[in-house]
């Protein structure tokens, strides 16, 4: 048997058209979703996948996808590819470690989700899946971290200062607390300098008022050097210890250290809140205006420091004064 002639035009066109088709599909990519279909289909979906642009981020290696071995990748190596969209989010100085290392989908889902900003899941429990949840409660809770707002004191990505903190040094903690608590003729040093948590713990603490160490509520209490763990973790004890000195603090009167006089005692020694505000004060040396607490009404203090001393009067008693260098006769 012999083939008619004109059978041999139309194998070849098949033919032409079997070796030309891979060609066509290089040129126009073949739509993606004819065979990948609901990638964006999430509560939240990203906007270049819902757009069908999945050739933004992937990139067709060889014609033969899906047969051949790794016939797709990315436009860029993957621990880069979101920076490419989105550089503002590895700007600032100071970056997560995740995000330094391009672990975005650490976090984030690259299609779509069910969580605003395409989060894997919603914060906090997201920051647990990392961060211990036992390291965020404590006796006495921060609100905020109580109420599980990481985000309201931290950025997901970066910040200028360290600990990833929404603004840098004093400003943080006045974001939600009065500026005020800081300002007066007199500043306790780490609260001007935004250290605030030298002293307080800003996620929970075991004391009271987050303090990082106990600081007695009670205006008396007997004296011993370990009486006020707070304030003797930068000062030094021998400032009410020592009965006589001549350097261990300023309050006092020649050698007789006056800190001792009322602070070192068996029974009613003072506490340092009976004089000073631990923040800051209207007068010099953070002492406090008004001493709290004598039965209902606070009895005012005027207290003056001097080159060599200083003088106090307390209520409608007379102004007591006390002179380094010349003592004065009481
Ligand atoms: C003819 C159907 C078909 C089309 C069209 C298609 N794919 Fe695929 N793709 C598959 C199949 C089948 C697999 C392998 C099965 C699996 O893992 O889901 C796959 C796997 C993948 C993978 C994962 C495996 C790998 O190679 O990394 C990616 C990414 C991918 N496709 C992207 C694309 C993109 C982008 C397009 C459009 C340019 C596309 N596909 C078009 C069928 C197709
Ligand atoms: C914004 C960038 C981006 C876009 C746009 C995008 N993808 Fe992806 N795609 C990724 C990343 C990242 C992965 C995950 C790679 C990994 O983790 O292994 C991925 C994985 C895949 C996979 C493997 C299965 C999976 O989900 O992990 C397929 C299939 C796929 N993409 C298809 C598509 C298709 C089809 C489109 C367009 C509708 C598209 N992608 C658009 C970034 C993108
Ligand atoms: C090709 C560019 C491109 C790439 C690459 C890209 N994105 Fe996007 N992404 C976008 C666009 C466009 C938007 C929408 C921005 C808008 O609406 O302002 C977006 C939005 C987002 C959002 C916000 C979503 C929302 O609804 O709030 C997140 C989170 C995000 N991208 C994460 C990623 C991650 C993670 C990667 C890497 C896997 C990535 N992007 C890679 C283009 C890209
Ligand atoms: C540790 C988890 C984590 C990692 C890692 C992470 N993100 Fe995010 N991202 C978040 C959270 C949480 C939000 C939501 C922020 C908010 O609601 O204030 C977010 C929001 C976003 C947004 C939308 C809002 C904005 O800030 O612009 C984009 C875009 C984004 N991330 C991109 C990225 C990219 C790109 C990477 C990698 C370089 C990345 N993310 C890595 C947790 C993460
Ligand atoms: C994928 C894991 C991962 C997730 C999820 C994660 N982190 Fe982290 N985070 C890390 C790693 C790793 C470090 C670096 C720890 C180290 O160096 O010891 C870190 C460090 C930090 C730091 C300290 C930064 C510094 O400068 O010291 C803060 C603050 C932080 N994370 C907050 C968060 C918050 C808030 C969330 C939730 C939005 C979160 N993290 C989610 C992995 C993660
Ligand atoms: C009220 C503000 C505030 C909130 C809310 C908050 N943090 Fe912090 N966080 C801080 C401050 C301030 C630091 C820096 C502490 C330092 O320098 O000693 C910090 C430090 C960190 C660190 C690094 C040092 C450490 O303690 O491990 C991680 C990790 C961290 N926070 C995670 C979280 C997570 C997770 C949440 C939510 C459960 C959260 N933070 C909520 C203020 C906050
Ligand atoms: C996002 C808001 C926010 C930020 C930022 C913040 N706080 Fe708070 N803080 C609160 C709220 C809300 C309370 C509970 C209401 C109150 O007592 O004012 C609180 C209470 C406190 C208390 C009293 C706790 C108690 O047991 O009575 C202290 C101390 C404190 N914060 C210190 C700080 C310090 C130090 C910083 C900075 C490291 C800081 N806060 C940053 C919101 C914040
Ligand atoms: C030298 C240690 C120290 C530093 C530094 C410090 N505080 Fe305090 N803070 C205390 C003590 C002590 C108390 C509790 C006073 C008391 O009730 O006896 C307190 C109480 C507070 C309270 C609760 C006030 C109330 O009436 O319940 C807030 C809020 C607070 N501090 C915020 C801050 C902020 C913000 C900073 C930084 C600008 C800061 N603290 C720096 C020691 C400190
Ligand atoms: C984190 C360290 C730290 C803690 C805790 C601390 N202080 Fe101070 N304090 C300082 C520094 C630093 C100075 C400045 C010393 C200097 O200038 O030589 C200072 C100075 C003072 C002054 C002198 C202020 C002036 O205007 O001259 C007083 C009063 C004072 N502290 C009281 C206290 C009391 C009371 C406590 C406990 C509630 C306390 N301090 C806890 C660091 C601390
Ligand atoms: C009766 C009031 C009174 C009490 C109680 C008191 N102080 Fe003072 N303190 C003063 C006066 C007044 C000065 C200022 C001395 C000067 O500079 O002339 C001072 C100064 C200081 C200074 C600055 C350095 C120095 O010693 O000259 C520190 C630190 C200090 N006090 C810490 C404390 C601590 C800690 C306690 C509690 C253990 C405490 N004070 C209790 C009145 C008091």
């Known amino acids: 048997m012999r083939h008619p002639l004109w059978t041999y035009p ?108 395409l989060l894997k899941a919603p914060t906090p429990a997201l920051c647990y899946g990392c961060h211990p949840k036992e390291r965020y409660t404590g006796i006495h809770k921060h609100a905020p971290v109580e109420n599980g707002e990481c985000l309201s004191c931290h950025d997901a990505h970066q910040s200028e200062g360290k600990s990833l903190l929404k603004k840098p040094g004093a400003q943080f903690c006045y974001l939600c607390h009065d500026p005020k608590l800081g300002m007066g003729k007199s500043t306790h040093k780490p609260v001007g300098t935004g250290e605030c948590v030298l002293c307080h713990a800003p996620h929970g603490s075991a004391y009271r008022k987050l303090l990082r160490a106990e600081y007695p509520t009670e205006l008396y209490r007997p004296f011993a050097t370990d009486a006020f763990p707070l304030c003797f973790a930068c000062h030094d004890p021998d400032l009410a210890a020592a009965v006589k000195t001549e350097q261990a603090t300023k309050f006092r009167n020649g050698d007789r250290n006056l800190h001792a006089v009322h602070v070192n005692k068996a029974g009613k020694g003072r506490s340092c809140k009976m004089c000073h505000d631990p923040h800051a004060s209207s007068q010099d040396r953070l002492i406090y205006p008004k001493a709290k607490g004598f039965g209902t009404w606070d009895i005012p203090i005027r207290f003056q420091a001097t080159d060599n001393g200083g003088g106090c009067s307390v209520g409608c008693h007379r102004t007591f004064r006390y002179d380094r260098v010349k003592a004065v006769e009481q």
């Open 10 to 117: 139309a194998v070849a066109l098949i033919m032409l058209g079997i070796l030309l088709l891979p060609a066509f599909a290089l040129a126009e990519p073949f739509k993606c979703s004819a065979c990948h279909r609901g990638l964006a289909s999430g509560a939240v979906a990203h906007k270049p996948v819902a757009a069908g642009e999945c050739l933004r981020c992937h990139q067709q290696l060889s014609d033969n996808h899906p047969l051949g071995k790794e016939s797709m990748g990315f436009i860029a190596p993957k621990e880069k590819l979101c920076a490419v969209c989105h550089p503002g989010v590895v700007q600032k100085p100071f970056l997560h470690k995740p995000v330094a290392e391009g672990k975005c989908t650490a976090c984030h889902l690259h299609h779509s989700s069910e969580h605003k900003s």
